[in-house]
């Protein structure tokens, strides 16, 4: 064979390797795309996930917001109102000659309120007093506290007086003693002295003559009404809730001059700049309106 002809090489197949290292770097760029696509989309899940989330809380707020404001709205109240009882025939005829819109002296409304007394047993005159606040209390002492019959105890020198009163057994209203029976009442001082129950000469308390005194007090003894005062001091207070006062103050039979003095003299205790408003009225009857300038 002629060395001038060359023979000719038989083409080199195509490195596999450098095939497969094309193929590789295809196959990495779809990856990287795949995955920056999916970051993509999964940041814009998150971020329709954050608007729809927005959204919804926003909605919620809204909902919440119409529901407070409804609520907030008065409701219409659908309930009947309640029906004034009607006055009994007696009420109506005690109060057809009464100006119920005038405010009278105080004598001339304790009056009013005797004649317009309609119950049948003797009634007791009430004070109804508006104050300019609650929580207002006190005791008083009534000149004419109640015109009951006073208790009186005739203390003869006896142990088992002494004996129930350390034990607090009080039934009495005053007592009366003699002289020799002061030694065995000084015993139990210390409960009767506040009370104002100790027997003394001032008062005309120590005699040497019980049934005589007792008769004498019975009678109606002024010389006593200091001590007497002590022990029937009557409380008064406001209501829980209302700055309103209510208080007995003496039985209708009672003259007017006494019950006047007894209301003169709560309405002092109070003091009158605590005082909006008075009225009086019997235990069944209309009330009276009293004048306060009349005091």
Do not use: C, W
Request: no cysteine; aromatic share 4%.
């Amino acid at each position: 064979m002629d060395d001038s002809i060359q023979q000719k090489e038989p083409k080199k197949p195509a490195k596999k390797l450098g095939r497969t290292d094309e193929l590789v770097e295809k196959l990495k760029a779809e990856l990287e795309g795949e995955d920056q696509s999916s970051v993509l989309s999964s940041q814009l899940s998150d971020k329709g996930k954050s608007v729809t989330s927005l959204s919804v809380s926003e909605t919620d707020k809204q909902r919440t917001d119409k529901l407070t404001s409804e609520n907030r709205k008065q409701k219409p109240d659908n309930r009947r109102p309640a029906k004034s009882k009607p006055r009994s025939k007696k009420y109506q005829q005690a109060t057809k000659d009464l100006d119920r819109s005038k405010t009278y002296p105080l004598n001339e409304a304790v009056d009013l309120v005797k004649k317009h007394s309609f119950s049948a047993f003797t009634g007791t005159l009430e004070a109804h007093i508006l104050t300019i606040q609650t929580g207002l209390r006190g005791l008083v002492s009534l000149p004419y506290a109640s015109g009951k019959k006073l208790r009186i105890l005739a203390y003869e020198g006896d142990d088992e007086t002494i004996e129930n009163i350390s034990k607090g057994k009080i039934d009495f209203d005053l007592i009366v003693t003699t002289p020799a029976g002061m030694p065995k009442l000084a015993k139990v001082a210390r409960i009767l002295g506040p009370k104002g129950l100790m027997p003394n000469p001032k008062s005309g308390t120590i005699v040497t003559d019980l049934k005589k005194a007792v008769e004498s007090f019975q009678a109606g003894k002024t010389e006593y009404k200091q001590s007497l005062n002590s022990s029937l001091r009557s409380e008064y207070k406001t209501e829980a809730k209302a700055p309103v006062i209510h208080l007995g103050l003496g039985k209708l039979n009672q003259p007017t001059e006494e019950l006047s003095a007894n209301i003169k003299t709560l309405l002092q205790t109070i003091g009158k700049s605590r005082i909006k408003k008075v009225s009086l009225s019997p235990t069944m009857g209309p009330s009276i309106k009293l004048d306060l300038a009349s005091i």
